[in-house]
């Protein structure tokens, strides 16, 4: 297997919070890696430090053969990045946010082909701070990727866009995979690394709690759930019930989150039998990667 990135045990402290324990894992030339997680979970950090602005207490890292700490002005050639925030003049076109960037490269860049590929021809006479949120993206996009870079690193691409702007950044990154560019993104939503990537690693509270494909890890964890419609039933007794992990209430539509939901069935069909409950569309679902994500954060609070 061809790894591009090798991390091995990565801590970083900031005083006396601990944003990265102990953390390994390899990324494959070619795929998308997802780093998931709630907002302070360390996805940021550790990005941070594969991309070498952050030097890490401890630990190694490895990015194309190379280390990021000490060989950066190397390794900027081989990666690009879009942070969550690009600093871009406000009154600077796109055109020529494009012309300036393409200037840092020694080697022709890929400006015209982005331009076509993102769709950029329309703004190319439009001021930066003019934009929507996702054509930001599209250009922000863009510069990070006019050098061609072997490895590009996407810190939430998708935040505060709307749904639309949000599938339109998810079919762009595709297409750069398509052409063959190994991409690491951070991400706290659920439904994009599901979409997006071909393997996950979860963290929580700077620790790596799971690594695997989406569809493996859900089968590995087990996460299901009891979905169905009443008007009889209350939340608390629901709750209540052996195996129960969490309720979801939706109005009369509910979701039971279970350890055992052929136990957590047969309780509620007799109490519905008992009381005269009517139940709707009863079904035994298997969780969305948010519903693993959720799943596993309450395990941990309650642990």
Known sequence: MNHVITVESLSKKYGEVQAVQDISFSVRKGEIFGIIGPNGAGKTTTIEMLEGIRKPDSGT????GLVPSKQLRELNKRIG???????????MKVKEALDLFSSFYNKPTQKDHLIDLLGLGEKLNVQFDDLSGGWK??????????HQ??????DEPSMGLDPHARREMWSMIQLLKEQGCTIVITTHYMEEAEKLCDRVAMIYGGQLKAL???EELLDEMAVHY???ESDGLEYDYLLSLPDVVRVEQDQSTYKVFSD???NTAYHI????????ITLKDFKFEKGSLDDLFVHYLEKERSA
């Open 149 to 154: 870079p072997e490895i590009l690193f996407l």
């Open 81 to 91: 990045v879009q942070f969550q925030a690009t600093s871009i003049q406000k009154k």
């Open 226 to 228: 009891l979905a169905f």
């Open 137 to 146: 993206q599209r250009v922000t996009l863009a510069l990070a990727t006019l």
């Open 269 to 276: 069909f007799k109490y519905c039998n008992e009381k005269g």
């Open 61 to 64: 890292i490895d990015v194309l």
């Open 212 to 214: 695997n494909t989406p």
């Open 260 to 262: 055992d939901q052929q």
